[in-house]
Each structure stands twice: as C-alpha cells, then as structure tokens.
C-alpha cells in the first residue's frame, strides 16, 4: 500500500474530512467482486496495464458466462477468452457478441477497443504446425494495441527463408520465436538482432518431443544470451511480455 | 545483408569508384578473427550492442588467456568472463590486469568502461543462498552500464519482507528475479508490476529440487502472464535480457 | 495385536470360559468380509476412524454396487464413492439412494451421517479451474463430519485477493491449499499461518506443468516449512490427513 | 492487516492521541532487520510459533555468524542450524557456545530452551541407513520443546520388528515415517494407525532410487488415505510439521 | 548350434547316408514359416517349452487371423492372444472358436490343451483395481497348464487382510505380487516367505503415480531382496517367468 | 553464397550487361514461394538432392492443398505427403490423383517419378507391430528412387530368425533397423554387418516403454559402434539419412 | 501365525503344561536383538533360507562393527557384507578375521559355511566393465552355497562370443545376465533357454545411459517374455532370486 | 554362416579332403581369444572393417594392459584405447610406445599404420568448449585412416563464423556436427547439404541443459531430415559411423 495514500487518508481522518468507517473500509478494500467460483479483479487493468482476459481452458461455459457477465457490469472493454473449444464458444455466442479464431481457440468479446500503441511486434514461427501458437500470441498483442508482424514458416532447415528477413528482424522492437522440433529458431534469430527474443516451445513434433520438452530445453539453453522463454504453446504469454516490454515506453 | 548497403557498393563498383575484388572481398566478408580453437567475432559489440564477454566454464585458462590477448589487439574494452574459478582466475591475473568477485565466480579484465545508460534493474532474491547467481546478474548489468537495484531475502514464506517493497516493484522498469526451492517470487512479483519480469530458478535446494527443475517448472508455469524464464542459475543471461529490453530505450 | 486382550483370553480358555477352537478364531480372525474381487473391513470405521470409503475410478459398475451391498449388510451408514464417472452414477443410482455431485465426481449413498465435529477446516483454491479438486477435499470433510470453510479463486497473482483473507488465515485450525500451474499458493499460505497447511498439486495448467508435475516440486520444495503434501489432484487425501489431524483432538 | 487494530489505531490518529507519522510507522512498518545479504524476522517466532531457525546449507559461516549475532542482539532463545557441515560448526564454535550433532549435521546456539509441550512424536525410520534424517527430525522436535520417541530399524520386509510397535503406533498422536528404498513404511504404518502420518522419503539406496524418487513416489501414492508427503531428506520439515499439528492443541 | 547334431550330419554326409544339398539346408534351417509379415516359430514350443502365443496389441485382426491359421496348419494346441481388445476378438471369432475374457482382454483359441503341471502358482494382487492384469497372469498360468491360487484386494494398508493368509504364503513355490499405487505389497510379501516373488507394477493410480513408474520403482528397490520385476502390467510376463521357475522342475 | 557466381554478377554490373535493381534482386532472392501460411523451397530438390515432401501431422486439409497446388505450378514431380490420416487423405484425393497406404498413413500425388538410382537399402523391423514404421521407411525409400528391401519380423528373442539372414545383412549397403520395446535388434545388426546402421526406435511396447524412450536410449547406448539414431517412429528420417548416404555415390 | 502352533499353545495352556506369561510371552515375541541403531534378525535365516547379510553402504563401520558382534553372539555363520568400501574394511578388519574383494566390495566374516546346494548359476555379462556387479552375484552365490558358472564379456555386438556358449546356456537352471549400456544380452539370452533368466541393469557407460536407466528400460521391455528385473547394479539382489528359485528345490 | 563356405566343407568331409572333427571345428570355431575377465575378437577387424579399440573407461590399467598384449600376440596394428584417463595412460605407457592426447584423454598404442582412404570428414563444433568431444571424433578418424577437417567454433549464435563455410560444407561426403547446449548447429548444417549428417550431442552447458539432454532431443527432433544421431559426448562412435559409410565406398 503506497504511504502517501495512507498519509493522505489519515489527515482526512484527523479534520474530520474522513469518516473512520469509511477509512477502515478503504485500506482493508478488496479490489474484486466475488461470484462464488470466481473474484473478478476490478482494478486489474490499472495495475498490470492489459485489459480484461479469461482462461478459458478448464472453465465450464457457465463459469465463463457468469464472469463476462460480472465484468460487462463495471466496464464495456473488450474481454479476450484464451483456449476456448468451439462448443464453449457456441454457448458463449447465445449471450454475448464475440468474434472466435477457431485456429488459435480464441474468442473476444466485443465491446471498447483499447488505444492503438503504434508499436509493432515482430512473430516467427518455423513451421505451418506451428501456427495456431503463433496466432495465439499475435491476436492477444492486437487486442492489446500492438500491431503484430507476421513471419511464417521460417525454420531454420531452410535457412535463406529466414535470412530474407535478416533487414526486418534486426530493427524489430520486440521478437517473439515460436518454434516446436528442436526449438533452433530461438538461437539463430538470437543472435541476429539486439532485441529482446521471446521464445515460445511448441509441442509440434512425435517422438522424442515428448510433448514440447525438446523445444524447451533447446530455448532455454540458447547458446545466444537474452532469451527468455515462456511455457509450451503459450502464445497468450509471450505476447503478455511483449505488452510489458512495450508497456514501459507508453 | 543490408539492400542499401549492396546497392551503394553496386554503385559503387558501377561508376568505378570499388574495386570488384574490394566489392567480393565486402560481401563475403568474415568479420572474425580466427585463433584456431575460437573464432573471435569482432563486430559483435556493434550488432548485439553488448560488451565482450568469455563464457569461461569449459575452457582452459590457455584459452581464455589466448581469447583475451586477441581480443585486446583490436580493442582496449573491458572484457567480462563467466563463471571462472578461482584457479584459473589467478592465472588469467598473471597475464592481464582483473577485478575477481569469488561469489559470482566473474572477472573483468579492465579496460574502457562503457559509458552508464542511467537505467535502473531491480534484482529481486529470494534467499541468502541464491546470492551468487543474483551478483552475476548484477555484476553483469554494472558491467554492460546499468544500475542494479538490489533487493535480496525477500521470499515469500515471510510476505511482510517483500511487501514492504511494493512501492519499488511498482515503479521499476525491468526487474529480475531469483529464486531456489519453489520459485513462487516470480509469480508473486509478477502480480504486484506491469514491467516485464525476467525470472531466473537457482539450482538451490535439495531433494526433489533436482537441481532446480522445481523452480523451473514453477517459474514456466507462473501464474501471473508476462514472466520470461531464462536458464537455471543463469544470472548472466538474465542481465543479457534485461539489456536488450533496456538497450531498445537508447 | 494387543498383549491384555490375548492375556484375557488365555485367562478365559485356562478357567474354562473360551473354548480352544473359539480362541483360535478369535486370534487368527479375519476381521473383513470377502466378495471374491473385494476384501471390505468390517472393522476400519474403528482402527482408522473414519466412514466407508470406496474409490470408484477403476471399478466397474457391477463390482461397486456389489461392495456397497456386502457394505449395507453391516452398517447403515453413509457410503462416499469417490472418482465415480456420470455412467456409473446413474447404474449405481438404480440400486441405492445416493446424492451425487457431478463436479468432484463423488457419489455418498444415503444412510446415517456422521455426527458433527464442529471443526473447520479451511480450503483455500488459486484458481476457478482448480474447483472439482477444492470440492473432493470440501464435499468429503462434510461427509467426515467437518465443517468446510471454501476460499476460492486467491491465487497469487492478485495478491490482494488473497490478503484480505489474512485474518481468517491466520486464526484456521488446519488448512487445505489446493493450486496448479507453480503452486505459488501453499508457499505464501504457509508463511501467514502456524497452523498445518496440507498442499494439494492439481493437474490444471498444460505444457510443462506435466500433469501436474510443476505444482507438486513447488510444494516439496516450499520455503515455508511444515507443509505436507499429497497426490496431485488428490482433494479426498487431503480431507483425510485433515480428519486425521483433527481427529486426534477429539 | 487485522481490522481492530487499525480501527484502533485510527481512533489515535483522531483524538490525537497517535501522531500520523507514527501511524504511518505502524501500518507499514517492517518487521525484520536488514543486514545486508539477509532479512531477520524480529516477530516470526510470534506468527509461526518456533523458535529462531537458520538453514544453513548454502550459507557461507561468515553470513551465518552474522545472522546469529543479529539475532542475539534481540532475543537470547536457542537458535537452531540446519546443514551445518563440521567445517563450518567449527567456525561458529568460536564465536558462540554451540550443541552440534555430526550425524544429522545440526548445531544449537545455546540459549534459553523453549518450554516443554508434553506431547510425544513417534519417528519410526526403515533402516539404520535412514539415521540422520531421523536425527535431524528427533533433535528439532526436541529443539521444539516436545518429546521424540525413537523406533528405528523397522522396515517393512521384517514385518514382525514393526508389529512389536503396534499398540504404540496406535496410539500415537502424530507419527513420522521415515524410509528410503521403496518407502512402503508409510503406508504400512497408515494403516495402522489413526493418527496423522507425516511422511519422509530418504535418498538412501541406489541405482533406480535416482536419489530418492522412488520413495518419494512411493509415498505420495500411499494406498493409506491420510499421508502428507515432505520432501527428500527433509527431517527438518517433517519435524515442523508436526509442530504446527501439536500446536494447534496448545 | 549342437555340436553332437553336427557330427552326426557329418559322419551321415562322410558315409552318404545324407544328401550334401539337405545337410546344407538342415544345418542353415530357417525354422519357422514365413507369411510376409510375421514369421512364425515353428519349434518355440519345444526350445522355450510354452504354447503359442500372439502379442494382439499393435496387430491388425487381418493379421492375428492370418498367424493362427498358419500355426492351426502345423499344430492343433490351444492358442493365446494377449491384449486382444473387443472388437477385433469379434473378428477373430468368425473365423476360429475362441473364448475370450473381456477383463483381461485374452482370448484362447480352442484346441489341445497343455497336460497340467500339477503345481500352484500363488496371486496376490491389492485393490480390486489390479484385477484386469491379475486375471492376465492367471489366465496364462491356467493356459500353461499350471493351478492359479488367487488371493485379491490385499495391499498393505489394511494389513490384516493380507496377514491372514500368512500360512499359505509361507508355502507357496512361487508368487506373483501385482500393485500399483507405491507397489508396497511386492517388499512386504518378500519378506514373509522365501519363495522366488514376481513383481508386477500396475498403471492403477492418478497424479505421481505417471502411469505406474511409483509402482515400478517401488518394486525395483524393494527392501526385501529377491524380488524380480517385470514391466507395467505386464501380468502375461510375470506367468511366462513364473513357467520358467516351473518348468525347470518338470 | 558462392563467391563465383558474386563475381561475375558484379562483372556483369560493371560492364553494365546487368542492371543494378537485377542485381540486387539476384543477391537477395527469396528462392522459394510464399502463400502466406507455408514458404515453398523452389530449388530445395537442387541442394538436398530429394524430391518435394509435406510433413501432413499438423497441417489441416486445406493448407495441404494449397501446398501441393503451388508445388505443381512450377513441377510436375511426385510429391510424398507424410502421417496424412484418411480423412485428410480422401480430401487430398479429391483434388489430385493419388496413391495412399494406410498402414504408415503416406500419400503420394501422382507425377514424373525420379530415376532409379539401383540400390538397395535394407530394412530389419523386429515385429510385426512395427510394420507402419517400417513401411514409412520402404516407401519413401521407394519414392527416392531407391529399393527397399523387406526383412521384417526378425526380432531378437528368435535369434534363428535373424540368423538366417546373416548373408544378406553382411552385404548390405545401408541397414535400417527398425524396433520397439528394448531395441536390441540394432546392436546385434550392427555386430553382423560394416554397413552403416540407421536405428529407429518405435513406440511399440507398453509400461515403461514410456512412448519408445526405452527403444530411444538402448539404440543411442548401442555397444555396437557406428548406430545413427533418428526420432522414435521416424521412419520417412531414417530414409532421408540413408538417402543422403547412398546420394554421395550417385 | 500358524493356527498349528497356537493350537498347541493353548492347548499347554489349557492343561497347565504352558504359563499363560510364557504364552503371551510366545505369541508377541519379538524375534529380533535391539541395539539402539539396528533391529538384528535372529530368525532371519529360518524364515528366508539365506546366511545373514549386512548391508554396508549408508552404515558407519562402528555400526557395521557392532551389527557383527551382536550376531556372533547368537550365532558362528559366515556373515557377508556387501557394499563395503575399503577405508571400513580395513576398520571391520581389526575385530574380525575377513575375506574382502575389492572388486566387488564384498566381506565375509569368517565363521561355519553354508552346506553346498550342488547347483549351478550361470552368470553371463556383457562387458569387462560390467565385472564388479557380475562378481558380487558370484560371490554372494557361492557364500549362499551355490556354484557361480562365469560367463563373461559375451555382448551381443561380438554375436559369436554369445553363441559359443549357446549349448551351456541351453541347459542352465538359472541364468542372471549382466548388462550395462542397451543390455540388450537378456532378450537374446532370454530367447536361447527356457530357464528363468535373472536382468541386472548396470550403471556402465555415458551420456543418454543416465545412470542405467538405458539397460534397466531395455530389460524391463524385453522381447523375450519371462525376463525378472532387479535394480540396477543390483548383483546382491539378482543371486537372492536365484537363491530363492533355487531354494525351492531343496 | 556362409551356405557357400558350407557346401565347400562338406564336400572337403565327403571326399575326404577333410577331417570330421576339423569340420566341426570350423562350424562352431570361436573366433575370439579368451583371457578370462575380456574375450578379444581375433577376427573383428575382418567382419567390421576397423581397427582394435580398446574402451578404456571402466577398465582398470591392468585389464588394459592385458588385453593390449594379447592382441600384440596375433597382430602388430596400432590399437585406439579410449576414455584413458591420465593415470592410467602412465602405466599402459610403461609397457608399451603410446601417443596420449589429454583433451579428449585417447592413447594410441604404436604399430602399423591403416592405409589412408584419401577421404575427408567434416568435423564441426559449436564452441570451443566442444572440443575434447571434437578431437575424440577427428583423432579417431586419423586412426581409421580418414581425414579430418576441423572446423570449430561456428555455434548459430554468430551465425556468419557458419555461413563462411558454406562452401566446404555443401560439397562434403559426410559431416559430423558437435555441440551442446541447444544443438541447434545440426539443424543449420543439415539444411545446408545434402551430405549425411552425424549430430553429436555434448553434454557442455549447465541448469537445464541436463547433462547433454537438451541437445539430445533437439537433434533427434531436427527439422532438416537425414541426421544421424549418436551418444551424449560419443565422438568416438561418430567417426565409427562416418567410417562405415566411408567403408562402403572402398
């Protein structure tokens, strides 16, 4: 809790401008609504600077309908909902207006769109698998403001696709490499650029992939120092960093 | 390659002004000295924008002194050298004038120091046992001209210590966190700042720590949406990162 | 086997009262009924003090209801099936008399309910996704006998969310800390109490959280000490080292 | 923060008897010493209910004599050192008077003893290989204030040496299980008993034990419902735990 | 190859009681039958001593029906398909008589059977759960020729159970242990008879148990030495072993 | 880039035969086809010396059309489409003439096939389960022009079955060795032939087959020196490396 | 219990033949000496049929010393140790005459030797690395009263060094086999005889071995069906098998 | 067996030519020399086409020693002993003239030299930190009568130390490619030729590297298809690779 926040309340509560009750209430003040299976984070926004968003993953469709309805209530911004199936989705549609990826499982309720930064982040992936990641994270940095550049297909077995972009990756501001296999995009974009690399493994591949851990081992001993990796198909998070990196320049 | 810079040389050759075996010689150009166990890159300062730097784990002190020697033909830099033993590091002294911290295992060959940025990094630890990844981190970040902001023993099994931080964390503009055991000060620190968090798991602990896959683990799979994760004890690569989210404001 | 009660009998076989074959079989007595795929102690409710219990997961329909059968015969009390899928709810349904909650998949066949201990015991849950596991633990204290004192929805990264239940934190009996992803929540629980924190990984999350592997590390690992930890997604274990803390005291 | 005493603190401010900056003191006071490269909590042993606790594995004895005159400075308790190797016992041996004990590698700073519980905790360890977790245990319950009964060398592949402790195990109130192996102790002892079992997987064995996972599997898999799992090694935590449980009866 | 088989080729070869041509084909003798994709051993029964047998698992129905109609051409005994699931045992039985258990997924296609060997093979499995892969080793046992003593739903945390068949334990010539959860009941059986015990790990369980890597750890640093593992619910391997150990006695 | 053609580039623009944007043009050429969600190689047939493949696992029906759409613009050569399951394949089908073999799940669309180059590559599978391993392997082979020879089910637990083909396997040119479960046919191949080996685990197997790790490490750990591994199941790799072989000599 | 000899018991009870204080006494005995660190067995060898065995890794040698003495008392058998490394030998040496190897790490006790069985174990292992497990199940063998058939360095990369041997292995009792690196010997041994073959997995070799898990999965996935596995590096544990097998016999 | 070596001893046994006990001899002749811990191949150089290799890890300088005059006795060729540490490199050298190289700790015991074969292998390693495992592959080679071009230190990081090999590394026969960490070099190098590529896998790097696996899967995972892979540090075992393709070419 900030002092001067206290201080300032506390002279209210000395000349008499501020009630006690009202005091006690607003320094021990839980900043969410409570609907039961979930609290609703009211001032979420101001704090970590990005808009309303719900996991959707192992929400059932009638947890995600009370919460849109929840937050609709104290605010008409747009409400991004990650991993939501296509039945979930259906069911979402009969309440709200929502726009839905079937590709990158997103759908975003409409409402207020947040103000364009002006700032672009530059996605690689190596293969066309890897796409549904890749839109993951591009779609969450569009609904944050961002404008997301698209490379695709730029794995490092066919290395001129990739070094036709060299002009484009080495002025990027922010880079985000999605790569599944053997995760070596990460490494030699790495050392292309001076910007900072977020590497997103991706479960692409059989085998020996064992699920992304070979992407992920790969990126997170990236022989090119300033890398730094987030979980297995999380494009959603790489783009929440990208958003924090970008977010310190606003 | 640059297209601007092929047209000029083509231009150049063009109206005579280069010499087609000049024009070759530039773009097939290989900007490294060679010194046949290592091949000493002498433009990486200019593209990544970084100091010169010797991982020194796995090499001799031959080598490293032989990497140093060529080094300093083209360039007075100070020169930073990674986890470097205590052995070597007296060898290294023997030959070059080196400031050594025991802690981080971290020598700097001295030199011309680069020239401060006026950025802070908060370095946030979890334990009196994590110090000597959190000094590489901060040693490193001093060495590439930043000012690192130490805030060490903060974990979370005694909130009130980290809390007492809040206004700090809040306001910083990159911050670094290190963490053994559990790792949960990532995720914590996370929900507390919207700057981006880089999180480093330290190898501390013991039993199912297994050498720091449970802070691993932990740190990937944060809750809190925005955390880059970097190699296990990895501080020096948590202080390459920062640098290049810092290095983007220049 | 207890040394007083075989010197009583001996007394009694020596003066006559027990007869030599009664004796026999009381020693070497097999205190459980068998149905050929199943052994069902008659005596557990005694040693262990706790209800019937029948874990539903890898039993088929016919083999559950002939144990609660075999179980009817002896005890009137109420059964708890746990791990019980809706198609073998509604078989077992046709049979007996049983409430059924579709979330934590535990089925309690009617009959005498335990009388009340009038503890608490408190659940606090890091996300929505984690409730089917938070109501196992929940759902089997009241079967036991306790009262269930639900805080959901308090993960870390909303710090707040979590603080402002401090006060019911610190004063709890026994506390339940169900969390996925990096299981942040038993760490920093640990720390605001004295009470025992028993750690429930779940399997929810995806990528490197390997079913539930990066939450169970974390709790091992915490930096709070007395944290004891259970199977990941294991609510019903949880309520019974809870029952069995709380039990002593009775 | 607990609402009376801000309440309370707010009447103070309001009739003049607390001054704003001391109210400010108060509401964000930090309750820890800083020295540096560590944070002493001047108020755990109130939160938590221990005494004064240093982990010492990765400590150098130079921060650890420093945490422990800190701490002298405020309280003349017993202080416990956990991982204290003998090299380092011997330098905190001139500067304090100090208990160590080699085989569990702990050491005391002598002091005022905490008062005695009364209450017994049963360790029961597999084989004499498991002694020093089963030391590290019994000498913080001892620490602690209550009373460790020893039954060491009960594994489950001579049952009979276990059944001798039957009515023992019965009737204790909190049991600590320690094995390396396979584990199966605890689930053994689960059965038999109604009391909380805390349970501590060893690194003793070889080969496929890969350094303790096979217990630690073992146990947290325990077929006895009830069996809260610490981590490998970790007497120290087993030891806490109970502590919480016993002194919730306090 | 046996050396005296050889003399007597030769010395038939020497005396031209045997053709050159059929002592090169007998001594580079293919003995099995080849159908394209399978070869099938024409003479496993006599040098490995078992009937035959057809792994089901990863085989189309196409081919399981066509390897037993070239075995039916050479041989009318009994034929065993192991993990045979339901469908293609549909298909199978329109082409052969067969009978087939449908919890251990073997079906037997009707022919001579095995003269009995007279001896008991003991089983004892934990929970009801273990029964699909208990009944695969009784089955086979059965379908070798030897008597299965089924002793089911045991596990050691109700320790009466399996104590009350301590005797025939004691007396068995050879046992099968199958558990999962921690496999403890493979240590405890081990040290209550000196029998050869065959372990078998079960995937029963949830959470840590990793698709019975507990159990198979468990049981492979068994306490109790003498204990020889198969794979996971590899109840068909333990009979085979089980035969082995028999067979040698015949 | 070859340093050749660059000389004669600049010639050719110094003499002003070629034009300076041309030039340009050639230097930064993007030599493959972009439709924006895949890169097309136009000259990869030139430098790996292999005709055109689609990995088809992650790739819906629809960008796989496309793909071979935009490949026979500017070929007309067969193009083998890899893990295409029937679904996708019959969509395939409708647009392009093509042959399809359900076992390895492979298309290939119909075009000028390649030269034969008149070798043989063999390929030893241990059981019939890896037949769609195996054929994967034949098949490409086949489409590269090569001849795969078929020795399947020779495992070595019928070690006669393998004897029998020692002729064969001592002149090979190249061996892949195809196996699940513990792999052990790579190393006695390898002990038979000086032919290069190709391993490929299959994930045939159960228990702690983990997937194909066990086949994985036992053919890496091949006490026969002078195995190369490819990824578990990875048949079509296997071909491609003894492609790359035998390419040497064409 | 026997019901038998508790007949019998009670029978004297009864009858005034038996004290009630000796039958209690009788039937609560505790079969074991107590010396603080160790329970010692004194009926161990009746009820396993083995000599007495220690132990030696994790014990100090004043245990190991103390062990000894406390079984001389009691009994004049040879006592093997296993695990000893040569700093304690050296110690148990002083108080007890003892044969030690080296190689295997092994002492015996002097004292009375066990009665010869007359039965041969072979012994195959793969390597000359693979010597130290290979000579601790000889040796214990031999101290167990068998005779151990050296087999040794018959890997099956040298195929021909295996089947010189095919006849001996075809007609042994049991056979334990040896194997580090794929361990591939057991399939092969195992597919050669149809005696029970005994897998010891050992630690030899490096990198993707980690530890022995290589040959440990290897032999648990085997090919060949009747194959029981010990622990890696587990020679001890495998001769106590064969012991067991063997034992039955008798 | 040969069929035709067969027919022509017994046609030898029919008229005469040939003894029927020298037949048999032949037939089940044991190649090799027995010295009672190793059995040496007297005819391995024959079948596998190489040289004597001594694997000297886990072998004392005794069996070294032993083995290497026995194989003096029936042969004057130099003999490669590998992972010879420096100790016991100074006692072989006692007994025989050998070259010792410390880096990748290989000897060369002094004899006939191989032929050399005229062909190049292409050995490229990420850094220097790669190169014991680097000159283990090349010294290896030189014994096997190959050439070995060293390029080293061309890690993807500074991706033009690669590009400026393009040259040599498109017109290669064969390629083994050495690194650590992420092993991306394999990827790079294997889309940049058509030659076959052996990835070796090193175990340099620290945290999540795992001692090698990270690299490990990220080469069995390539994205350019055709690469071979070896053992974690196994520079020995590529060059036996590399020397069988070669082989095939003679």
């Known amino acids: 809790m900030d002092k001067e926040y206290i201080v300032k309340l506390l002279e209210g509560v000395k000349n008499g401008d501020v009630d006690i009750s009202d005091a006690v ?16 984070d009211n001032n979420r926004k101001l704090v970590q600077n990005v808009g309303e968003v719900i996991y959707g993953e192992s929400k059932t469709h009638e ?10 209530q104290s605010d008409n911004s747009e ?17 709200f207006e929502m726009r839905y990826d079937k590709n990158s499982r997103m759908g975003i309720v409409c409402g207020e769109k947040v ?23 591009a779609l969450t940095l569009e609904f944050l403001g961002h404008n997301a550049v698209r490379i695709y297909d730029v794995g490092v077995a066919g290395l001129h696709r990739l070094l036709s972009h060299v002009d484009e990756i080495s002025k990027a501001k922010v880079i985000i490499v999605i790569a599944g296999m053997e995760g070596a995009l990460a490494s030699v974009v790495g050392g292309l650029t001076s910007a900072p690399v977020i590497a997103v493994p991706t479960s692409i591949g059989y085998g020996a992939n064992f699920g992304g851990l070979s992407a992920l081992l790969s ?3 990236s022989c ?12 959603f998070g790489a783009a929440m960093l990208a958003n924090r990196i970008l977010g310190r320049k606003a």
Chains 1, 2, 3, 4, 5, 6, 7, 8 share one sequence.
């Open 25 to 40: 209430e607003k320094i021990s003040y839980e900043p969410y609504s409570d609907i039961d299976y979930a609290k609703i």
């Open 63 to 72: 947890q995600i309908i009370g919460i849109v309805s929840k937050m609709k």
């Open 79 to 95: 409400i991004l909902i990650t991993r939501l199936d296509k039945d979930k989705a259906e069911e979402v549609s009969k309440h």
């Open 115 to 137: 103000v364009p930064s002006g700032n672009d982040v530059h996605i690689l992936c190596a293969g066309t698998s890897d796409l549904p990641v890749a839109e993951e994270a």
């Open 219 to 221: 990126m997170l001993n």
């Open 224 to 235: 090119a120092s300033g890398v730094g990796v987030v979980n297995i198909d999380n494009g």
